[in-house]
């Protein structure tokens, strides 16, 4: 039997510095699968993207080595393959949402016993305009802390860095000196317009490790979208935050529903975040649910419609 061939792909600067996973380490603990590895390192932004593109089609499987957004770059390259390539995740990120949600523990062992087993789940992504993310697209206040925070800060403190520098930092004056945005959302089923100060389109059972959501399926279809809204004063963000960490939906300000499609309209360009990355300034914005776009090695069967 001839042997797989599998393409590494590891983000070099992910993940606290002590604990840097090596490509060795890697190839290591997946030795008694006996794959023929092709290893390669981003430099940059966009790398893995341009890997996978360029060399998916000539591999069996795929295996990335980083953080959300190594992750993010990945699929995208993944999703322009000519033919359905598996994808492996060893999470060496500074904050793992998506690993966390799929329940691949930190850790190269864990981590490759969830590609040993063989065993794979198709996943749902966004489609934003022409780009695309895997669990999260995001607008509005404290949005950008993903990839605002600095990467020296990141490194050293792993998630505990957004706890620092967010919320000892950026969040008080932030919240203090945000303007919301006056939009005009339509999503399944629904319309909006109102003056938002969040809006989060995701497919995840945690965000930014702050709040969890109950009842996800990661294959169904559907996205959730979440919206705050009509706040009297900016002060009023804190008792919101509060009441999505105990999943407390209730109220005028909270929209949470579920959707396979969002359209968003507004007269100022508006940053957003894909992944934990920047997504660029955007008016206007469609966002589509693609329903099974990829495979990912993953057992935890409980977040999958069969």
Not at 129 to 140: L, P, T
Not at 144 to 158: E, I, S
Request: proline share 3%; charged share 25%; net charge negative.
């Amino acid at each position: 039997m001839s042997k797989k061939k599998a393409l590494l792909i590891i983000n070099p600067c992910s993940g606290i510095d002590h604990k840097r996973v090596s490509s060795s380490e890697i190839i290591d603990k997946l030795s008694s699968a006996d794959f023929d590895f092709h290893v390669e390192e981003t430099k940059g932004p966009d790398d893995a993207t341009k890997i996978v593109k360029e060399m998916g089609n000539n591999h069996d499987l795929i295996i990335c080595c980083g953080g959300d957004g190594t992750l993010n770059e990945t699929i995208n390259g993944v999703l322009k393959l000519d033919k359905r390539v598996p994808v492996g995740y060893i999470p060496s990120g500074s904050t793992n949402d998506l690993a966390s949600t799929l329940g691949i523990p930190v850790g190269v062992g864990p981590a490759a016993n969830m590609i040993l087993n063989d065993k794979t789940n198709g996943y749902d992504v966004g489609l934003f305009e022409e780009r695309y993310f895997n669990y999260i697209a995001s607008f509005g206040v404290a949005s950008d802390l993903a990839y605002t925070t600095p990467q020296k800060w990141k490194n050293r403190f792993g998630h505990n860095a957004y706890v620092f520098y967010g919320v000892g930092v950026r969040l008080i004056p932030m919240l203090t000196g945000f303007k919301p945005i006056y939009m005009k959302i339509e999503y399944d089923g629904g319309l909006i317009e109102d003056n938002i100060y969040f809006g989060a389109v995701s497919n995840t059972t945690s965000v930014a490790g702050l709040f969890k959501y109950n009842d996800i399926k990661l294959n169904d279809g559907y996205f959730e979208l979440l919206l705050v809204k009509g706040l009297k004063k900016n002060s009023d963000a804190f008792d919101i935050l509060n009441k999505l960490i105990h999943k407390d939906y209730s109220g005028d300000n909270i929209i949470f529903t579920k959707t396979k499609h969002v359209k968003i309209t507004c007269e100022e360009k508006v940053p957003w975040t894909l992944d934990g990355e920047f997504g660029g300034e955007h008016s206007n914005v469609e966002i589509n649910v693609i329903n099974n776009a990829y495979d990912i090695y993953s057992d935890n069967d409980k977040l999958f419609v069969r």
